[in-house]
């Protein structure tokens, strides 16, 4: 594999990852499926647990939409790398 199609896949699968990261919060099922709809205890449970869930939920999106960015500013650095060793052997040619 040549570093240019390395490049374009790590750049696709950050792109890919980023808008998975961007999605991730329609895995919630809701409070009510936790319970949160019952009076008393179980109802406070199920509501403290659903508060819990989203809080994780948004922060797996937001490092989820982090890595893709990151994983895309690999694959461009990579083709920026690419591009020197394609003008270094330039010049010595």
């Given at each position: 594999m040549r570093l240019e199609e390395l490049a374009q896949r790590?750049?696709?699968a950050g792109d890919q990852l980023?808008?998975?990261?961007?999605?991730?919060?329609v895995i919630d099922p809701g409070a009510r499926a936790l319970g949160a709809d019952f009076d008393g205890?179980?109802?406070?449970?199920?509501?403290e647990l659903h508060r819990v869930l989203a809080m994780a939920l948004s922060a797996r999106g937001r490092e989820t939409v982090a890595h893709g960015g990151r994983l895309a500013e690999t694959g461009q650095a990579l083709r920026r790398a690419a591009a020197s060793y394609r003008a270094v052997d330039e010049?010595?040619?």
């Open positions: 790590l750049e696709v980023a808008r998975a990261g961007a999605t991730i919060s205890a179980l109802g406070a449970a199920g509501r010049e010595a040619s």
